[in-house]
Structure formats: C-alpha cells, structure tokens
DNA sequence: TAAATGTTGTTATCACAAAAACAACATAGG
DNA sequence: CCTATGTTGTTTTTGTGATAACAACATTTA
C-alpha cells in the first residue's frame, strides 16, 4: 500500500488550470481518497513533504476546498469534488465577465486606423482562429467568393455557410469529392490533384485558398497533427498572386 | 499620451486568473488599445521592457490571442476579447470537466470511515461552503431542527428551506424580525438581544446556531466585511453544549 | 520517576524554475 | 551615418518546491 501512485500526477495535472499549484492538487486528491486524514497520513499518501503539508492545507482552507477538525492532530475533510471546482470555476467565470466587459469596452473605444489591415500579410495560428476568421471572412462576402479547399475537417460547415450567402454572390468552389446539389449561381469543380502538386498529399495534409469580393484573401494549410496556420490579407499585390493562382488552377484542373 | 495607463493594471488583472501572465495581460490590453502596433508601439503603451515584448507576443500567439504581420517591422493585431476570453475559458472548462469527473470518481470510491465525522469538530470557512453545509443539513433533516439566527443575507432561503420540510419534522425557529406566516408545526420565537449579549450587536454581525435532530450541530457567525467561520459537530459534547445554549437561550428569551 | 523515543506543528533555510528587468549586439532602412 | 528593429544573453526577482532543525507534547521504557 502506499504507493506514490502514478495516476495521482496525471489527476491532479488539471486542477492546476484552475489556479492550484502542484502541491495544492497532490494533497487534496489525497485528501479525497482518505476523508479525515491527518497531515502525516496526507504527506504519505500524496507525497508531498511533510513540512510542506502544512501551508498547504491553510492554503486550501483559505480556497474553501477542505475544513479542519480542531482535534489535536488536526484533521481534515475535503469539500466534495463537484462543489470544489464548481466554486473555483465560479470565480474563474466572474473574472472571465469582468474581463470581457472591460475589454470588449477598451477594443470599442480604440479608434482603429481603417488602413490598419491594409497592405499587411497576417498569420493566424490555432484551428479555432483560423475557424472563425474564415466564416466571418465569407459571411461578409458582398459580390463574390472563390475557394479552393482540400480538406474534410470543415467542409460541412463550410458548405453550409456558403450555400447561405445572399444569391447576388457568385461562388466558385474548386475541391476533390464533392455530392451535395447546389443551385445555379454555384459553380463546383471536382478534381483531385495529383501527389506531385503537394496539396492534400497522403493523410492529414489539407490546405485551401479563399478570395473573397477580389478584395480579401486566406489561406490555409497544415497537418492535423502539426495544426494549421493561414495567412490572411487585403494588400493588393497578395490578392493578385492568389487571384492569379486561383486562375491557374482552374484553368488547369479543367483539362 | 503614453501615459503608464493606470487603469490598465487593474484592467489586466483579472486576465491572470485565466492563465495569463502580467505581461501578457498588459501586452494584450495595450494591443487592444493600438490595433496593428509595432513592438516597440507596444512597449511605450504597456510599460512591458522592449525585449520582453517580443516573447510575450510570441507566447501569446501560440495560445491564439493574437495575429501577426510578415512585415517589418511586425505589426501585430488581437483577437477580439470575446473571441479571446471564450478561447480560454473553453480551456479551462475542459479541464474542470475532466478534473470533476476524476475526482468524483476518485472520492467515490474511496471506503469513507462513517465514523470520520464523529466526535470531530470541524472548521468550515467561505460563505459558499457554509451555505451549502447548512443547507444540505437542514435538508437532512428527520425529526426536529432547531435553529437560531440573527443575519438577514440567507433568511429567505433558510425560510423557505425550513418551510419546505416534511410534516414530520418539528421546527423551532428564534430570531429577530420575523413576518411570514408559517404553518403550525413550526414555532417562531421573535425577540431582538441586548447588545450587551455579543450576537447581532451593531452592523453587520452576525451568528446563528442551528441543532439537527440533536445529533448534528453547526454554528455560524462573522461578519460581513471579515467573511464567515462556521463550526459543525456530530460530537456529543458539541450538541450537548449547544442543545444546553439552546435551552438557555429559548427560556431566557421569553421573560 | 526519569530518560529515551516518537509525533505534531512550526519555522528557517536552500534549491529551482518561471517570469520580469536590464544590457549588448547585429542589422536593416532612412 | 544614424535610428529603430529584432535577437540574444544575463541578472534580478518571485513563487513554488524541498530539506533540515526545532519546540511542545505524548508515549514508552528503564
């Protein structure tokens, strides 16, 4: 018995996102397996040193997370798990909607320079960013939207969104497998490039293009294991070598 | 301008609750404020060294807060706040999810000494957890609670807690103020203390002793401005004491 | 009874890693 | 040339992790 066990680290691993520190977490997920524990029974089940223990504990009572016995040994009870994380997220939450308030006020306020996005080239990192650019990108679509896409992750989504575009946008879309009826306005093109031209080659590659009204482009491509990265821009010069490229690879994909 | 911006340090610090750190809430604050800015635009706005600025933004690129140029010098540009503090609260949410399902597990199946609460006298701090204690007591309740309280922040829903216990249970209720009309089996003695006695004395005092089925006592009293600290005790000598108050208390009370 | 032993709770101290703060340097662009 | 940018490295600081020593008290053992 006794034993450092193992999975305790891996347990207690995410309590510390939610502002405990390592010890904090070995020693209350002690504590729930041995309710009314005294601090020397702790420190051997949780393996924390004993001298440590002691803050510890205090630290967590000030969180609300146990309650002390007034025996001599002290003991201690644990808050049951659901009320813990519910109060400590609770906090966390209320931090969250102060946060957004106060912030969202600063990022109105701010005076932004239109030209700010003009003539830049940005990079986007995180599926759920470049996600959610792109579907704000398309819905703002005013006259036109040509895609090229080589991946499966949004393409149900992303069909929707642009099936739901006002019937004034032309789209073009350029992909392999492709089932669902569209209306006229819609032109598909289904092809699969070969292995050679480097896009949606072997597993989790995917990569896809985007212009939007001639005026905004992105682009997308990564691995599902490495993530994604896109770039995006309004620049004139970025817009024309994609137009170009978008050009170049319909024409060809239609020999 | 350029002022250390004052309010930016308090804006920024609920930001730290959500992972973040002081630099990184300052650097996003200061982003915010000048979308599209330098590093060294950054620096002058947020008061973050120069040097440091360039790591902070790369970290905070990597957890997707913000958007970088190719140009140079950099341009950088933040997500939006909602977008942004949605992004880390999902994260945190996740692992409260999986921390509580674990834990709940882990607190499940460990063998708990029903005798770990006997002859124990526990220490509960934080109003939540004496509320959820209290509560859950009373909602224990079988056959008689007996209650005294002088605080008005948990008098309606310890009313209507009380009201709401089965028939069996025979309630005796001391306290100041009292208004609502309450069925027979439950008796409400109203008379305000003396200051000299210590409870309820001035402003926001305040105590309460509560006594379940005389095998389970718990006893609160603070302050709102110093918190709450609350004893429970299934000891015999703890409700002994406290039934023996009780009695005094509830004979004294009605000279 | 008196000495030896063990436990508890507390305190002091040290080690370590992350973050914060500063200094130095290479370089690109005006 | 000079300024500003971007990068690198080093120092200081802070919070946490880890160890040792200590006083108070209880228990055991001679």
């Given at each position: 018995?006794?034993?450092?066990?193992?999975?305790?680290?891996?347990?207690?691993?995410?309590?510390?996102?939610l502002g405990l520190t390592k010890y904090e977490a070995l020693v209350y997920?002690?504590?729930?397996?041995?309710?009314?524990?005294?601090?020397?029974e702790l420190h051997e089940l949780s393996g924390v040193p004993r001298a440590s223990v002691y803050p510890v504990l205090e630290r967590l009572s000030q969180k609300h997370l146990v309650s002390v016995s007034n025996t001599?040994?002290?003991?201690?009870?644990?808050?049951?798990?659901?009320?813990?994380i519910d109060l400590l997220m609770r906090s966390i939450e209320s931090d969250a909607t102060r946060a957004k308030t106060e912030l969202s006020r600063v990022y109105a306020q701010?005076?932004?320079?239109?030209?700010?996005?003009?003539?830049?080239?940005?990079?986007?990192?995180?599926?759920?960013?470049?996600?959610?650019r792109l579907?704000?990108?398309?819905?703002?679509?005013?006259?036109?939207?040509q895609i090229i896409f080589y991946w499966d992750h949004l393409k149900e989504e992303l069909i929707t969104t642009l099936l739901s575009l006002a019937a004034t946008v032309r789209v073009d879309i350029i992909t392999d497998r492709f089932t669902t009826p569209v209306p006229d306005r819609i032109h598909v093109t289904v092809r699969t490039p070969p292995e050679s031209h480097g896009i949606a080659t072997g597993k989790c590659m995917a990569g896809g293009v985007v212009i939007v009204d001639g005026k905004q482009a992105m682009v997308v491509m990564g691995s599902k294991e490495e993530g994604f990265t896109a770039l995006y821009s309004e620049a004139s010069g970025f817009i024309r070598f994609f137009t170009m490229y978008w050009n170049f690879f319909s024409s060809w994909i239609r020999t």
């Amino acid at each position: 018995m006794a034993e450092p066990v193992p999975s305790g680290g891996s347990i207690a691993e995410p309590l510390k996102s939610l502002g405990l520190t390592k010890y904090e977490a070995l020693v209350y997920v002690a504590l729930l397996k041995a309710s009314g524990a005294t601090a020397t029974e702790l420190h051997e089940l949780s393996g924390v040193p004993r001298a440590s223990v002691y803050p510890v504990l205090e630290r967590l009572s000030q969180k609300h997370l146990v309650s002390v016995s007034n025996t001599s040994p002290k003991r201690f009870n644990p808050v049951k798990p659901d009320d813990a994380i519910d109060l400590l997220m609770r906090s966390i939450e209320s931090d969250a909607t102060r946060a957004k308030t106060e912030l969202s006020r600063v990022y109105a306020q701010a005076e932004r320079p239109a030209r700010g996005d003009q003539e830049l080239i940005w990079s986007i990192h995180g599926d759920d960013q470049i996600r959610s650019r792109l579907f704000e990108l398309l819905r703002g679509a005013r006259s036109s939207v040509q895609i090229i896409f080589y991946w499966d992750h949004l393409k149900e989504e992303l069909i929707t969104t642009l099936l739901s575009l006002a019937a004034t946008v032309r789209v073009d879309i350029i992909t392999d497998r492709f089932t669902t009826p569209v209306p006229d306005r819609i032109h598909v093109t289904v092809r699969t490039p070969p292995e050679s031209h480097g896009i949606a080659t072997g597993k989790c590659m995917a990569g896809g293009v985007v212009i939007v009204d001639g005026k905004q482009a992105m682009v997308v491509m990564g691995s599902k294991e490495e993530g994604f990265t896109a770039l995006y821009s309004e620049a004139s010069g970025f817009i024309r070598f994609f137009t170009m490229y978008w050009n170049f690879f319909s024409s060809w994909i239609r020999t």
